[in-house]
């Protein structure tokens, strides 16, 4: 079955770096379209990015657009997220997410399990 | 950005109640609109896509309808299991926006 395993989630400091990675398995990695979605400390969901499965399509949110990359590599079956100048308001726990299909005109249909990322001085 | 307002933000139900959830979009986004379930501490789980199209081993207790700028959520017959926090969310090719979420609690 799907399974998506996230990691490289960390305590960093405010203006910090980190790179989170998803791992995927039990399925065709490159048909579908990946995400990253964020929630807050007792707050709800928000998109963060993803990337078609060609990786020729990308979206991010406002919130994050020109400090955070995503990519993929098809062949290694794994997601990224590479998180520059980060902020408090950057402190959330992250999902990996899988497309339903490769384009993003369909919804997520599976989660990681998230991972941690705490942004304080 | 489209903007999706949930209604309302918390709910408390009855074991056996039925339950409604509105989602009201900023602007037409047609029948790009899922729900999904989240627990405390667990990842969300897709209940329903396009609408009104139940995901895959989702009880049919739960349904979706609407399209253009108004959705509802239901739950026919609240069951145990199901007391949780529920969130809409539009997506397309160019943006995804979630709702605010409704926590739906015991009465």
Known sequence: ?121 | DIQMTQSPSTLSASVGGRVTITCRASENINVLLAWYQQKPGKAPKLLIYRASTLETGVPSRFSGSGSGTEFNFTISSLQPDDFATYYCQHYNRYSRTFGQGTKVDIK
């Open chain 1, 1 to 121: 079955q799907v399974q998506l395993v996230e990691s490289g989630g960390a305590l960093v400091k405010p203006g910090g770096s980190l790179r989170l990675s998803c791992a995927a398995s039990g399925f065709r990695f490159s048909d579908y379209y990946m995400s990253w979605i964020r929630q807050a400390p007792g707050k709800g969901l928000e998109s963060v990015s993803y990337m078609t499965s060609s990786g020729r399509d990308i979206y991010y949110a406002d919130s994050v657009k020109g400090r955070f990359t995503i990519s993929r590599d098809n062949a290694k079956n794994s997601l990224y997220l590479h998180m520059n100048s980060l902020t408090a308001e950057d402190t959330a726990v992250y999902f990996c997410a899988k497309g339903k299909g490769s384009y993003g005109s369909v919804p997520v249909d599976s989660w990681g399990q998230g991972t941690l990322v705490t942004v304080s001085s």
